[in-house]
């Protein structure tokens, strides 16, 4: 018999999405002691969140969300609204004893990040923050090749996050969907949009950064604004690169803009070792390219690896090998994997504490940016 969990989820975009379908997958493939139960979805306008509600079949739906913290059958608060709401909601949740589960990036700077962590630990409650790529199964094998010292003593680590989809310059800023322009409610640009994905993977992969060098850019300065109706000022940076010194010794070089004509979503990594290298794409998800220098000359090459044999990260779970997973299931993997934690009573990460540390390296990001000088982390 599994345990409910009752899920009170805020936001019902895009996340409100992937992790419904995550909520209601998860206990049809893995075997886990919790089953999360849709109890309520909390959105701003009734009608829409009574049809996603209706929809997803979530038994019941808030136009508050501070009604939905104070509900005594909700077990977990799980933040999918845009990032200048979570470090509130994130606090209240915790302080009425609610387990947390918040959307990357946890906040919109490091003193919202740092209030957000004291509270869920003082509380004593269950966190994580949805840092999903983390779930693909060929991410979670390059972790284990590493882990395995396979690389041997890593010399550089590469990523790219690539997108074209604010190139129009009469695309307008704020409210559904356009918040990400915003940098009221986003906080900054790609740098926490995109670049804290690829930073919070890098963390993970290769260990802690301890200083950076960037360079920020806002190609289109003014945009009409949604909420206010008329032309603001840009705030948010369109384009950002820069490099870094990791503590254990190896260079870093990271790029991210939404004006790569193009690009939707190409997020890559590579990452060059004594022994060997990796390469990921997204476009390409279930692929993780190796390269090993020990083999034979006359065999020596990059190998393709089709990340769906049983015996690879999550693909147990799934169908037979040589049928792959996509994006959703990274969704369903962060779920099963929270559950599993919370059954043995672990810390499921990437925890608030951990996702803080992405947070600070962004920081550190805009703050170079802005004095065109190096920044400690
Ligand atoms: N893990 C990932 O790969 C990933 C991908 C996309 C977005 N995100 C993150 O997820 C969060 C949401 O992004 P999205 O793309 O789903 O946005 P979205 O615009 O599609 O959806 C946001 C939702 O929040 C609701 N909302 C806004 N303010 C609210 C409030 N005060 N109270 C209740 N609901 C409110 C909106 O009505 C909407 O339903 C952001 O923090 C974003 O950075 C993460």
Redo the contacts with the bound molecule.
């Keep these: 018999m599994t345990k409910p969990l009752n899920i009170g989820m805020?936001?019902?975009?895009?996340?409100?999405r992937?992790h419904s379908n995550a909520y209601k997958r998860v206990n049809d493939f893995f075997d886990l002691a919790y089953r999360p139960i849709l109890k309520a979805v909390?959105?701003?306008?009734e009608q829409?969140v009574r049809d996603f509600a209706d929809n997803w079949q979530y038994e019941s739906v808030e136009t508050?969300?501070q009604q939905l913290i104070a509900r005594d059958d909700i077990d977990a608060i799980d933040?999918?609204?845009?990032?200048n709401?979570?470090a509130e909601i994130a606090i209240a949740a915790a302080e009425a004893g609610k387990m947390v589960l918040c959307?990357?990036?946890l906040s919109m700077n490091v003193e919202e990040g740092v209030r957000m962590v004291e509270a869920v630990e003082k509380a004593g409650v269950a966190n994580t923050v949805?840092?999903?790529?983390r779930r693909v199964p060929a991410v979670t094998l390059a972790k284990q090749l590493i882990d395995e010292g396979r690389l041997g003593r890593i010399f550089h680590y590469r990523a790219q996050f690539l997108q074209d989809w604010t190139i129009d310059a009469n695309l307008p800023q704020g409210g559904?969907?356009l918040?990400?322009l915003d940098v009221n409610a986003?906080g900054s640009g790609v740098t926490?949009?995109l670049l804290a994905?690829c930073i919070d993977t890098a963390i993970w992969l290769n260990g802690r950064i301890r200083d950076v060098t960037a360079m920020t850019e806002t190609f289109v300065t003014e945009r009409m604004h949604n909420l206010t109706g008329k032309v603001e000022k840009v705030g948010i940076d369109d384009a950002c690169a820069f490099l870094c010194h990791f503590e254990n010794g190896s260079l870093g070089l990271f790029e991210s803009t939404r004006y790569a004509r193009g690009h939707k979503a190409l997020y890559t990594f590579e990452i060059n070792g004594e022994h060997g290298s990796i390469r990921w794409d997204l476009h390409d998800l279930h692929r993780l390219e190796y390269f090993d220098h020990r083999e034979e000359s006359i065999i020596r090459g990059w190998h393709d690896v089709h990340v769906t044999d049983g015996d690879m990260p999550y693909m147990d779970k799934w169908w037979v090998p040589g049928l792959q997973i996509g994006y959703e299931h990274t969704f369903v993997h962060q779920v099963a994997d929270f559950l599993e934690d919370l059954a043995n009573g672990q810390p499921s990460s990437p925890t608030f504490r951990e996702a803080l540390e992405t947070q600070r390296v962004c920081e550190s990001v805009l703050q170079s940016a802005a004095k065109r000088s190096w920044s400690t982390v």
């Design positions: 805020i936001g019902y975009g895009f996340m409100g992937t909390c959105g701003r306008d829409k508050e969300w933040i999918c609204s845009p990032n709401t979570h959307e990357k990036p949805w840092y999903n790529y559904a969907a918040w990400r986003a926490g949009d994905h």
